[in-house]
Structure formats: structure tokens, C-alpha cells
């Protein structure tokens, strides 16, 4: 608070009441736009004037108070964003485990390990992508067995059809003779 007298001749004389400082900073006094509230009056007694009195009232403490209360929400604020912030890092690598394990096995079956198979995740979207890949894991180790048993048996059948025509050779000699 502050108040001023100004006599007649307009000489002031002040009185302040300095006990309540505004903690906010310039910027947030003037973003809240609280209004300056001043009064003024002229002193007459007895017909006769002794100047003007001026009281005009400070809003530091209401002020200091908005200026704690937006202070707190700022924080509140800040501590919701990086909750919120957290738990979508979390979901997202919970989420993405099973993308990576995906990713893994598919390395492995490309370096040529074909008993690859991946375990089911709780992740109904990921599910059919790993149901497809462990399919097709085991349809390529079936056909890649069939091939080997097929190789196998063409490889018994080439010996056989050797050992025949090496015989069919030596018959063929030992009758010129």
C-alpha cells in the first residue's frame, strides 16, 4: 500500500507499507494484467483545502498467490507429461519385443537356421505375423527334408545305374575276348 499527501503549495509527502514484496517476476505481473488500484481525494476541513490525499493499493500478495498456483500447475503439468511420456516408452517397447524376437528369427532362418519358431505373444496384432512366419518355417524344413530324401535316393539311384553300366562294360569286354 501506499499512501501520498500533496499539499496546496504541491509538495508530496509519502507513506509506504513495504512489508508485502511481489515475488513474480515482471513478466507474469503484466501477463495477468492485475489492474493498479489508486484513489484520490482533495482534503477540505472547514472549508479550507490541505492538499490531496492518494492511497493506491498493491495486489502483491494476490499476485504472489496466482504466481504459486501457476508455478504449481506448471508443475503438475510437467510431472503428467513425462508420466504420460514414460508409460508410452514402456507400452512402445512392450509393444515392440515382439517385433524385435519377429526381426530375430527371421535373421536366424536367413543364416540358414530353419528350425526356427517363434512362441506366440499376448499381442493380438503381432500374433498372425508370427503364425504366418513359424508356417512358413515349417513348410520350408519339410521341403527342404523332401529335397534331401529325393537327393538321397537319386544319389542310391545314380550308383545303381553306375554299377550297372560298369558291369554292362566288363560283360561287353570279356565278350570281344
Known amino acids: ?31 495477468a494484467n492485475i489492474p493498479k488500484i489508486e484513489a484520490e481525494a482533495t482534503l477540505v476541513l472547514g472549508g479550507q483545502s490541505y492538499g490531496k490525499v492518494t492511497m493506491m493499493l498493491t495486489s502483491a500478495p494476490k499476485i504472489n498467490l496466482i504466481w504459486h498456483a ?35 528369427g527371421a535373421e536366424r532362418f536367413g543364416k540358414g537356421d530353419y528350425s526356427v519358431r517363434l512362441a506366440p505373444t499376448a499381442i493380438p496384432e503381432i500374433l498372425p505375423s508370427i503364425s504366418a512366419f513359424n508356417n512358413m518355417t515349417q513348410e520350408i524344413e519339410m521341403m527342404l527334408a523332401q529335397a534331401q530324401q529325393h537327393n538321397a535316393e537319386l544319389q542310391d539311384s545314380e550308383s545303381r545305374w553306375r554299377f550297372a553300366l560298369e558291369g554292362a562294360e566288363i560283360g561287353r569286354a570279356s565278350c570281344r575276348e
Open 1 to 31: 500500500m501506499l499512501a501520498a499527501w500533496t499539499d496546496p503549495n504541491g509538495k508530496r509527502i509519502e507513506a509506504r507499507d513495504i512489508s508485502v514484496l511481489p515475488e513474480t517476476p515482471a513478466w507474469f505481473s503484466a501477463w
Open 70 to 104: 501457476f508455478l504449481s500447475q506448471i508443475s503438475i503439468m510437467l510431472a503428467g507429461f513425462l508420466l504420460i511420456l514414460s508409460l508410452t516408452v514402456l507400452l512402445l517397447r512392450r509393444g515392440l519385443r515382439p517385433l524385435h524376437t519377429l526381426a530375430a
